[in-house]
């Protein structure tokens, strides 16, 4: 089945720039979602269909997808930033969702 | 407002049985497409099952034959029964609403039951 991979984890100074990439075989070719889960909480949807925001999530979180590589970058990072990401797509063959293993995005 | 809450999660010998309840409030569990979502210790997020509108559901493999996904319009309600629990089921489990056609996704979770299976 479809495999999508994620560094396991990546460290950000505040203020700064973290891009978070989910590699897989023409996943530019695919539709690509991101979630974000915080210690204790639930999942949140922050960027679906490549690169649009449900509403209430900040503009600082954008998406891209082109190629073998899917990105979410989130700009001016904060504190309350920190958490898992994780990159999902659709498998349409078998009718389930494929998520990445996870980057557990942290701030210094 | 899209609410979900989870219940039914406990310690479980291995062996053993468990339903899960997803009760809905805000929408209608049986106009939408509905997935079990798990999440276990120091592992990422896995998915389990899916019901659709029309009824039909499919399932992750390590859980096929042994877990069941089912709804209750008027309790507006998802369920998921655990039979022949093991030890790797051990996980938080999640209840998402989904959306889109083409691009299928979660746009709401519950805050998840904990299910540990363990002697």
């Known amino acids: 089945s479809y495999v999508l991979t994620q560094p396991?984890?990546?460290s950000v100074a505040p203020g700064q720039t973290a891009r978070i990439t989910c590699a897989g075989n023409n996943v530019g070719g695919r539709t690509?979602?991101?979630?974000?889960?915080?210690?204790?909480?639930?999942?949140?949807?922050?960027?679906?269909?490549?690169?649009d925001r449900p509403s209430g999530i900040p503009e600082r979180f954008s998406g891209s997808n082109s190629g073998n590589t899917a990105t979410l970058t989130v700009t001016r990072v904060e504190a309350g930033d920190e958490g898992e990401y994780y990159c999902q797509?659709?498998?349409?063959?078998?009718?389930?969702?494929v998520f990445g293993g996870g980057t557990k995005l942290t701030v210094l | 407002e899209v609410q979900m809450v989870e219940s039914g999660g406990r310690l479980v010998q291995p062996g053993g049985?468990?339903?899960?309840?997803?009760a809905a409030s805000g929408f209608t569990v049986s106009s939408n497409f509905m997935s079990w979502v798990r999440k276990a210790p120091g592992k990422g997020l896995e998915w389990v099952s899916v019901i659709y509108s029309d009824g039909s559901t499919y399932y992750a493999d390590s859980v096929k034959d042994r877990f069941t996904v089912s709804r209750d319009h008027a309790e507006n309600t998802l369920y998921l029964q655990?039979?022949?629990?093991?030890?790797?089921?051990?996980?938080?489990?999640?209840?998402?609403?989904?959306t889109g056609v083409s691009s299928s996704r979660y746009d709401s979770w519950g805050q998840g039951t904990l299910v540990?299976?363990?002697?």
């Not at chain 1, 690509?32 to 690169?51: C, E, F, M, N």
């Not at chain 2, 039979?83 to 609403?97: F, I, K, Q, V």
């Open chain 1, 8 to 10: 396991p984890s990546m």
């Open chain 2, 17 to 22: 049985s468990l339903r899960l309840s997803c």
């Open chain 2, 82 to 98: 655990m039979n022949s629990l093991r030890g790797e089921d051990t996980a938080m489990y999640y209840c998402a609403r989904g």
């Open chain 1, 89 to 97: 797509v659709w498998e349409n063959s078998w009718d389930h969702p």
């Open chain 1, 32 to 51: 690509v979602h991101w979630y974000q889960q915080k210690p204790g909480q639930a999942p949140v949807l922050v960027v679906y269909d490549d690169s």
């Open chain 2, 116 to 119: 540990t299976v363990s002697s």
